[in-house]
Structure formats: structure tokens, C-alpha cells
């Protein structure tokens, strides 16, 4: 069974650095666009930053400058550095996946249970 599995999230002051990692298990041959999402209390769920299967980018206007994420294929992990964090970035912060290729043909659109970031002021 695949599976994302992220680590890292924590308590942390404003404009400390946190780096969320996430793992995929499970038969896998490859995964392709790996996504950061987070999710506010009472907030919709948003996207923080995408990295494609050959490494570009996209981050939300919130965080460019602040926050890198980066891919190892071979391991099938993405991460996420935040730095410079702000109270405005605590969130459940969730790992996303696309498309994962295995023996079983593909998985679709599969997350992660979410990890806690708080930022205190």
C-alpha cells in the first residue's frame, strides 16, 4: 500500500525555521508533480509550493522568498524549508502527490495525514 508520510512540523517563534519532509512507501516506480499544502483553522485548504517530477517550481505569493521545497526522486521524498516563519503560517501542513506510478498502475491525487506547524508570537 503507498503511503505519504510527513515529519518535521513543531512549535517554532516568529521568524524561526522549520523543514517538513515527507516519504513515500510502499511499490513505487515513480510519483510526478509532489505538492506542500496547508490548512488553517477554519481556513480551505491551499496550496504552499509544487515541484514537478523534473524540479520546477511554483510557490504561493504568501511564502515566495521564504520557503524552498525540493524533491529527491531516488528516495521519493519532497521537503519543505521554511524560514522566516510568521504566526500567519501556523497550518496543518499536508504532502501531495499527483500521480504515483507502481506495479498496480496509478494512484491519483494521494495525501498525507498532516503535520502541526504553530508559530508563536
Known amino acids: 500500500q503507498v503511503q505519504l508520510v510527513e515529519s518535521g512540523g513543531g512549535l517554532v517563534q516568529t521568524g524561526g525555521s522549520l523543514r517538513l519532509s515527507c516519504a513515500a512507501s510502499?511499490?513505487?516506480?515513480?510519483?510526478?508533480?509532489m505538492a506542500w499544502y496547508r490548512q488553517a483553522p477554519g481556513q480551505q485548504r491551499e496550496l504552499v509550493a509544487s515541484?514537478?517530477?523534473?524540479?520546477?517550481?511554483n510557490y504561493a505569493n504568501s511564502v515566495k522568498g521564504r520557503f524552498t521545497i525540493s524533491r529527491d526522486n531516488a528516495k521519493k521524498t519532497v521537503s519543505l524549508q521554511m524560514n522566516s516563519l510568521k504566526v500567519e503560517d501556523t497550518a496543518v501542513y499536508y504532502c501531495?502527490?499527483?500521480?504515483?506510478?507502481?506495479?498496480?498502475?496509478?494512484?491519483?491525487?494521494?495525501w498525507g495525514q498532516g503535520t502541526q506547524v504553530t508559530v508563536s508570537s
Open positions: 501531495n502527490a499527483d500521480r504515483i506510478f507502481g506495479p498496480s498502475g496509478i494512484i491519483k491525487d494521494s
Open positions: 510502499g511499490s513505487i516506480f515513480s510519483i510526478g508533480a
Open positions: 515541484i514537478t517530477s523534473g524540479g520546477s517550481t
